[in-house]
């Protein structure tokens, strides 16, 4: 249980550690840049304060990852912008159109991110506030450079403080491993992977048919599945931790057993 705990605690250091540093570096950057000030630019737009906490805290989520960390803020900004463009063409829109303008942003920009697989939650505020918030909708086309920049600066902090006995990011564009991840299935040696037309493993008194096992010293998938490169190496990796646990119990065994044989000797 200590294990765990301090485990949880080195998460939730660094989780504070990213979202703090990630916060305060976009802060300070537009803060100091003469040109954005002048432009009206915000120090931070709001919807960056959730995208912390999901870059900094969920670092395994598909969400986090850089493609759509900052792909998704990307689409969000252009959608909103582009927008909201068009409703103030009419007269009426500071009185009776922000609302709309605000609602179909945010709706436009969830389908766009979907459709161009960047999905990042904090993203549809970024649309939304393009269309709501006075300040950012006075900034126009500008919205996009300064979005630009601080997705690239928040993922700039996760690549420091993120390795720090985690790993960040998963991926880069396409799901698959990087970093320690990557470097680890090098390591495993390629496996022929059987394939069997139909295997029923008895669990419980209950029957499965059609299961993929991974063992320390082997892989077996349905004969229907096909992997691609991607997916073999995520098999290898997760048939070498197994036995990599299988070699820490084995070797934790034997240093225990020369302990008590030391112990021994010295009665």
């Known amino acids: 249980m200590e294990t765990e705990k301090d485990s949880d605690l080195v998460v939730w250091l660094w989780a504070f550690l990213g979202a703090f540093v990630g916060v305060a ?15 009206g630019a915000p120090i931070i737009v709001g919807s960056y304060g959730a995208a912390a906490i999901l870059v900094y805290n969920s670092i395994d989520s598909p969400l986090a990852q850089p493609r759509n960390a900052f792909g998704g803020q990307v689409v969000s900004a252009f959608v909103g912008v582009g927008t909201t463009k068009l409703f103030m063409l009419s007269p009426n829109f500071e009185t009776e159109l922000v609302w709309l303008a605000g609602a179909l942003s945010c709706a436009l920009a969830s389908v766009m991110m979907g459709i161009t697989k960047t999905v990042h939650p904090p993203a549809g505020a970024t649309a939304l506030l393009a269309a709501v918030d006075n ?21 700039a902090v996760g690549l420091l403080l993120g390795n720090v006995q985690r790993t960040y990011p998963r991926y880069w564009w396409t799901p698959g491993m990087v970093g320690r991840d990557l470097r680890k299935a090098r390591k495993v040696p390629n496996l022929d992977v059987e394939k069997v037309v139909e295997k029923t493993v008895e669990t419980g008194g209950v029957s499965f048919t059609d299961v993929l096992i991974v063992e320390r010293d082997r892989i077996v998938i ?22 990599e646990y299988h070699d820490d119990m084995e070797t934790e065994r034997l240093s225990v057993a020369r302990v008590s044989t030391g112990h021994g000797t010295l009665r």
């Open 25 to 39: 570096v976009v802060e300070n950057v537009f803060m100091h840049w003469k040109f954005m000030m002048e432009k």
């Open 135 to 155: 300040r950012i909708r006075d900034m126009g086309w500008l919205l996009i450079p300064v979005v630009i920049v601080s997705s690239g600066l928040m993922i």
């Open 222 to 243: 349905p004969e229907f599945i096909v992997l691609g490169d991607v997916e073999r190496n995520v098999l290898e990796v997760l048939r070498g931790r197994i036995q």
